[in-house]
């Protein structure tokens, strides 16, 4: 089937939004909070966060073009196999956590707090660096690196032009490193749901010179109003966060205190809207604002 020129891509997958959504006059929505506002908005997730053609990638292949959508499309695909598996099974399978850690790098891949990133190093001196280390993987040596032809690409062209192919080598760049990481599993306490963002992979980094995640690095992630995601490695030689001493891939709920604190990470690492679950209308010092269509 040939595709429509003009394509509305979501930033967060509808399917993710559902989650934290309701609906109304069978209508899906989500209740946002804009960073800086003092009320919550009531958002259509159809859509909510999405841009037309955001992750189309210029080529004169039409095979690549609608590359990065694609792929997109494919992880959302099997996004509630994890949910089920921890509503029945109460951990992930193998095949569950083969798909989370495809989703984590992904949903950050999408962002537009790692666009802005990746943009702004695209942009700097350290270009060519920053190009050699993402896509370090996929060549033998440097001196091999840097005579393919996906890499002269990026190289030689405008950043704007080529954010989306740099942005698929950043997605297998944290691949392989996440992969390596233990998966804990922490439930919300009853009536306390976990919020989420536009930007809900929480990276927070431990950065060396040239490197965007080493072994000290820890992940958070809300896949659901029920369940937060925390990866780390195990062999990191920072202990200092509790967390790191609860056994992987079993469920966790969490304290009072654990609660709060990882509440107030998620809400910080908005890029510009906070997630509530549920139908949830909120302003302070006057009257809720309506419901509003986009």
Not at 209 to 234: A, G, Q, R, W
Request: aromatic share 10%; proline share 3%.
């Amino acid at each position: 089937m040939k595709q429509p020129i003009d394509q509305n891509q979501h930033i967060i997958p509808q399917v993710y939004l559902k989650q934290f959504g309701y609906v109304l006059n069978n209508q899906y929505k989500v209740s946002v909070l804009k960073i800086g506002e003092k009320f919550t908005r009531q958002k259509s997730i159809k859509s909510f966060l999405a841009q037309t053609n955001i992750f189309d990638i210029k080529s004169d292949n039409p095979e690549i073009g609608r590359l990065f959508e694609s792929l997109n499309c494919d992880i959302e695909n099997v996004y509630l196999e994890i949910i089920n598996d921890l509503e029945t099974e109460n951990k992930l399978s193998e095949k569950s956590q083969a798909i989370l850690l495809q989703l984590i790098p992904n949903f950050i891949a999408r962002s537009n707090e790692w666009r802005s990133n990746l943009l702004f190093l695209l942009n700097s001196d350290a270009k060519e660096n920053v190009l050699k280390m993402i896509c370090a993987h996929r060549a033998e040596s440097l001196e091999e690196l840097i005579q393919k032809d996906f890499y002269r690409v990026m190289a030689d062209n405008p950043s704007d032009d080529i954010i989306n192919r740099a942005l698929l080598f950043f997605q297998e760049y944290l691949l392989r490193r996440i992969g390596n990481y233990e998966i804990v599993i922490l439930k919300s306490q009853e009536g306390k749901p976990w919020f989420t963002t536009d930007n809900p992979i929480v990276l927070e980094n431990r950065t060396r010179k040239f490197e965007f995640m080493t072994k000290e690095s820890e992940v958070y992630f809300p896949l659901n109003p029920d369940y937060l995601i925390y990866l780390h490695f195990k062999d990191s030689d920072d202990k200092t966060n509790e967390l790191r001493s609860l056994q992987s891939n079993m469920i966790h709920l969490v304290s009072d205190e654990q609660n709060f604190d990882l509440q107030q990470k998620i809400m910080r690492n908005a890029h510009e809207y906070v997630i509530i679950d549920g139908e949830f209308k909120y302003r302070i010092g006057e009257e809720i604002i309506e419901d509003e269509e986009i």
